[in-house]
């Protein structure tokens, strides 16, 4: 009887065939390869860095500038009372965003009109600054897309997108 032994290399293959499972999406989306990242991907409407405040109590926080996008999950930002802070997330039909949701001083901050209709799977939100104080936005969405075809490949995980904003 000969003996049977498993050699790294085809170990390796399988354990890199079994992780790519996730990221594999059946069907065409709308958008993309269906492959799934770490990171955000930067959009175009994120290219202009702005360089972050020193004074007063904004030092730590980028100022707002523009519309904030998935690529600004966990900074932090200042926004002076009475300007405007616009979100959008891009997300797909089979991986959609939940809406935007607010926590801390909540008063800081008054959802208004967003402004335009956002395709399935994105989420986007509009915001005033009434008042000082700090604010906690986030939002999920599910790292894998649910599986088209009876014993397709699916994940439990989920992304998180969250931003502070300091209003003062």
């Known amino acids: 009887m000969r003996?049977?032994?498993?050699?790294?290399?085809?170990?390796?293959?399988?354990?890199l065939l079994l992780l790519a499972g996730c990221g594999s999406q059946g069907g065409g989306g709308d958008k993309g390869s269906g492959a799934v990242s770490p990171k955000p991907t930067p959009t175009p409407s994120a290219t202009s860095t702005p360089t972050p405040s020193t004074s007063g109590s904004s030092a730590g926080c980028t100022?707002?500038?523009?519309?904030?996008?998935?690529a600004d999950s966990?900074?932090?930002?200042?926004?002076?009372?009475?300007?405007?802070?616009?979100?959008?997330?891009?997300?797909?039909?089979?991986?959609?965003?939940?809406?935007i949701t607010a926590a801390g001083d909540t008063g800081a901050l008054k959802e208004i009109n967003y402004g335009i209709m956002l395709r399935g799977?994105?989420?986007?939100s509009a915001y005033q600054a009434t008042a000082a104080g700090t604010v906690?936005?986030?939002?999920t969405r599910p790292l894998c897309?649910?599986?088209?075809?009876?014993?397709?490949?699916?994940?439990?995980?989920?992304?998180?997108?969250?931003?502070?904003?300091?209003v003062s």
């Open 63 to 70: 100022p707002v500038t523009s519309e904030l996008t998935t």
């Open 121 to 124: 799977g994105d989420a986007g």
């Open 136 to 139: 906690t936005l986030s939002a």
């Open 3 to 15: 003996r049977t032994t498993f050699h790294r290399a085809s170990l390796a293959a399988a354990s």
């Open 74 to 99: 966990g900074r932090t930002f200042c926004l002076a009372q009475d300007g405007t802070l616009r979100i959008t997330l891009d997300g797909t039909e089979q991986r959609p965003w939940k809406k």
């Open 145 to 166: 897309a649910e599986p088209t075809a009876p014993g397709g490949v699916s994940c439990k995980g989920i992304q998180e997108w969250q931003v502070t904003v300091r």
